[in-house]
């Protein structure tokens, strides 16, 4: 299950976001071809990945902006892009554009920072924009609870398309991050749930002075909690699914 649009396009065009994904995008495709050579790829990850032993003793802090830029393959930077570009763009219109790109290297930084607090001593290097993109996510859901967002569900051959809240699709994200959190390891690697979590409140607790500055209670009032643009309609094809009848 993962989301595939909301229904509010922002109200101008997004430039932080699309150069965010221009970014990661042409870091990625840079050093994509040493993926097969070890030497090099562990050279890349040592020189610009957070790894928190590192941090601890007091060095390469720079890691903690330069690993947002570094995936470990297609799919990861293909999912973290998606996000991005759904929950990003109405951000940055009620933000602005510079602001935008503050908070979102603040969100990224932070979740970096909160990571290495989880596993100081870890030599696993961290890579990825999932913890600026899940600041990005906290600070949605201050702002556009209500935003209607389509998500594409696939179990085996089951496949469907349906519309929920965005506090209901990032309530579970988050659920899902912070009992990850619980249960993993983050001295052994794999997914750095402590980044996720603590990326989506720390962008959160940011979005607080804009909400409170558009009227807090009466900006949801206002908006309905929906981003403060024309909604935008969809119309889904049907299912190719052949339907089996019951007998």
Known sequence: MFPIRD????GRTPFVVYLLMA???LIF????GAMDDARLINQI???YAVIPARITDGFAFDTLVTSMFLHGSWMHLIGNMLFLWIFGDNLEDEMGHLPFLLFYLAAGVSAGLIHVLTAPGSLVPTIGASGAIAGVMGGYLLLFPKAQVDILLILIIY???FTIPAFVMLGVWLGMQFLGSLSSNPDEGGIAYWAHTGGFFVGLVLSIPLWLRRG???FWNRTHGHPPHPEQ???FSQSRIPRIPRR
């Open 29 to 32: 495709i840079s050093y994509a």
């Open 23 to 25: 970014a990661n995008i």
């Open 7 to 10: 229904h509010n396009p922002s």
């Open 159 to 161: 496949i469907r398309v």
């Open 45 to 47: 990850y040592y020189d």
């Open 216 to 218: 807090g209670v009466k």
């Open 233 to 235: 309609t969809y119309k």
